[in-house]
């Protein structure tokens, strides 16, 4: 049926199926584009405004970083305020993995700047291609100018942090007593691991933004500032230290010894003045070192005393009443029996009384003595003087000795016990209880720090003290045992020593030289031990004893020691004299030479 147009007429044509599936096809177009909208902005709003700072989270971990601020350790001074141990900056090159991965060629040319093997470092970085941190191989604590170098190179990935280092003005001289840092400035031996925790610094922190290359690119915040280490002051006078570690170096040398110690303190205080120690280390280079030499033998190794035993022992005989600095000891024939042993003497001293004992070193002499002595008594006398104990030092590592109680001795136990045999001490110990003697019988406790006291105990009666201290000075005097220990101007107060080694459960003819002493006698400021570990004993006689090679120590040390600590002289006669002889002796030179 068709339809007819009727002219002029305003009739609508009827829509075709085509024209209803286009607008279908553009209002669900317009719905979804609609919908996607509203979705949109939902998420923009749930991101922005509901779950923001999960994704503020997310973003900030990729660029927002919070970074430590390295920090110095306190300075190590001696009692005069000269730097012992101090910490200067430097500079630890380290790498983005994630980064420097992409660049291998760069690898390459990094490891050459680095000195480092180019195919171990590639692995290297391989390994950790999913890390975006790891210090270079060798590259920790080098200085800054080396660093700016290899950052120079402009290699993707690779930055500089600043840290710190330990420097030791003193070297191998004072290593013994410092000790040393590690990688991460951590102490780890000597006065640098005791008082690491006052020492050390606490790291700050700071936030930073970095780019995709892992540079930083804008400072955000402070998180905590970095507080450095707080400074500590010791005992120790470097100028004396430098004294005894040098007259210890040569005394080694020309005995042809292996080891030696040396320690010298303060006697009214128990401050530690010096400390020295051979074979030494280079602080600075511990790394693969010899682990032996780094022992502070003064306070860690155990030895027998010897015949510095012996004034302790006259000390505990005068205390029980038995004798008198005067009183008559017969030592003929200059030996005694010991069980299945001996003790004898270098040679027969025939009478002697108690001040010759100590004069001659007499080990018949004191045996005698000491037998009349009960064995808990005369333990109990020694255990006073801190024989069998640590000294509170506070060192680490420091040893407390070996002194068995009467209940484990032998029959023989307490006659060698009384010169020296039998039980074991450190050098730090030998000089704590001489310088109680010195101290008018006051036992103080050693210490590393200027100004700390310990707590002090009196150990024997001063009167006491003082007269063996005037049988020691004999020692140091014509006749004595140790006349190369004098020192011009002063009298010193002093004793021997020479143990042998022990050694496969018994004794070979190997031996400790010592030396202990005390000046000046009248005002005693210093205590001083020697000790000279193996000495060459092929010269025979009596060049390896403590009287030969270890008392000209004493005597070189304490003249300059007494001079730089302005001590006055106590025997001025004798220096008056030798000033005297020796201006007549230039006189008669210059007349010698005016007649020539």
């Known amino acids: ?27 669900l177009v317009a719905g979804a584009l609609g919908l996607c909208s509203v979705v949109l902005v939902g998420r923009a709003v749930d991101l922005q405004l509901i779950d923001n700072a999960y994704y503020q989270q997310k973003a900030d971990s990729r660029f927002l970083r919070e970074l430590p601020i390295a920090t110095s350790r306190g300075m190590i001074t001696d009692r005069n305020g000269e730097p012992l141990a101090i910490s200067t900056p430097v500079a630890s090159l380290w790498a983005n993995p994630q980064e420097l991965v992409k660049h291998p060629a760069r690898i390459v040319e990094l490891a050459e700047a680095i000195d480092t093997d180019p195919d171990a470092l590639t692995r290297a970085v391989t390994q950790r291609a999913e890390k975006e941190f790891m210090y270079l191989p060798g590259q920790r604590r ?44 951590l102490g780890q031996e000597g006065i640098e691991l005791a008082f690491d925790d006052w020492l050390r610094g606490t790291p700050g922190a700071q936030k930073v933004i970095r780019d995709r290359r892992g540079r930083i690119v804008e400072n955000v915040d402070l998180v905590r500032p970095a507080e450095p280490g707080r400074d500590l002051t010791l005992s120790i006078d470097r100028r004396i230290q430098f004294l005894a570690h040098r007259e210890l170096r040569r005394a080694i040398t020309e005995a042809g010894a292996s080891a030696g110690s040396i320690v010298i303190l303060d006697v009214a205080t128990g401050e530690v003045l010096a400390m020295a120690n051979l074979p030494a280390y280079n602080p600075h280079v511990v790394s693969g070192g010899d682990r032996d030499a780094r022992r502070n033998r003064a306070v860690t190794d155990l030895i027998e005393p010897g015949s510095t035993m012996k004034p302790l022992t006259v000390a505990a ?85 070996l002194f068995p109680a009467p209940p484990s001795w032998s029959g023989t136990t307490k006659q060698g016990l009384s010169y020296g045999y039998g039980l074991s001490v ?27 006291h310990n707590e002090s105990r009196q150990v024997l009666d001063p009167a006491i003290a003082g007269q063996v201290m005037r049988m020691m000075q004999t020692v140091t005097e014509p006749g004595g045992t140790a006349t190369r220990s004098a020192v011009l101007g002063y009298h010193v107060a002093g004793k021997t020593g020479t143990a042998r080694k022990a050694s496969g459960g018994g004794y070979a003819r190997r031996y400790v030289a010592f030396f202990a002493g005390l000046v000046p006698v009248e005002s005693p400021r210093f205590s001083m031990v020697v000790v000279i570990d193996d000495p060459d004993t092929s010269g025979g006689g009596s060049t ?17 020691a007494l001079r730089l600590m302005d001590v006055p002289p106590d025997d001025i006669e004798t220096w008056l004299a030798a000033q005297a002889e020796a201006d007549a002796g230039r006189a008669a030179a210059a007349a010698r030479e005016a007649d020539q």
């Open 142 to 185: 080098i200085h800054p100018a080396a660093a700016e170098k290899v950052l120079a190179l402009g290699v993707p990935g690779v930055f500089s942090q600043r840290e710190f280092r330990r420097f030791y003005p003193q070297g191998e001289a004072l290593a013994h007593v410092l000790g040393f840092t590690n990688i991460d400035d």
């Open 1 to 27: 049926m068709r339809f007819r147009r009727i002219p002029g007429g305003n009739a609508k044509r009827p829509r075709t199926r085509a024209q209803f599936n286009l607008r279908g096809r553009l209002a």
């Open 317 to 401: 005989a005068l205390e029980a009443g038995i004798v008198t600095p005067t009183t008559r000891i017969d030592t003929n024939p200059g030996w005694i029996p010991n069980g299945r042993y001996r003790t004898s003497d270098f040679r027969n001293y025939g009478v002697l009384d108690v001040t010759g004992v100590i004069t001659k070193s007499s080990n018949v002499g004191v045996s005698k003595l000491v037998a009349r002595l009960p064995d808990q008594q005369f333990y109990e006398f020694l255990r006073r003087f801190g024989y069998g104990e640590s000294t509170r030092s506070g060192f680490p590592g420091e040893a407390a000795g």
């Open 426 to 452: 450190t050098p730090l110990q030998i000089a704590t209880a001489y310088a109680a003697l010195g101290n008018g019988g006051r036992l103080t406790p050693p210490t590393f720090v200027k100004g700390q």
């Open 544 to 560: 390896y004893g403590g009287g030969w090679v270890a008392a000209p120590v004493f005597k070189n040390v304490m003249e300059g």
